[in-house]
């Protein structure tokens, strides 16, 4: 059973930083697709970023530049680095994994997610 951890949310204010963080377990993250997503209140879930087996990225056009998503495959860890958060980056943030090994969709086929951490960006 794969299971996502994520931790690093918290209160910012605009413009400032934050790095989350999901800890997988249940299998090696190394040869799946690993994305994280967020929603907002009131919307629904939106594609924020994902990171593929060999290290390749993708991005929602409103987090390019500003968001950088990692992994460390040693750790069994996936990393989203935000800087210049703004308050509409306020949501609750989700780490997730693709059902399938060497996937090569960047925002479809997941079917293994966290429980969310929440972020917050005050004014």
């Known amino acids: 059973q794969v299971q996502l951890v994520e931790s690093g949310g918290g209160l910012v204010q605009a413009g400032g930083s934050l790095r989350l963080s999901c800890a997988a377990s249940?299998?090696?993250?190394?040869?799946?697709?690993m994305g994280w997503f967020r929603q907002a209140p009131g919307k629904e879930r939106e594609f924020v970023a994902a990171?593929?087996?060999?290290?390749?990225?993708h991005y929602e056009d409103s987090v390019r530049g500003r968001f950088t998503i990692s992994r460390d495959n040693f750790q069994n860890t996936v990393f989203l680095r935000m800087n210049s958060l703004k308050p509409e980056d306020t949501a609750l943030y989700y780490c997730?994994?693709?059902?399938?090994?060497?996937?090569?969709?960047?925002?479809?086929?997941?079917?293994?997610w966290g429980q969310g951490t929440q972020v917050t960006v005050s004014s």
């Open positions: 997730a994994t693709q059902r399938s090994p060497y996937g090569t969709a960047w925002t479809s086929g997941f079917a293994f």
């Open positions: 249940g299998r090696p993250t190394s040869t799946y697709v």
């Open positions: 990171i593929s087996w060999t290290g390749n990225s």
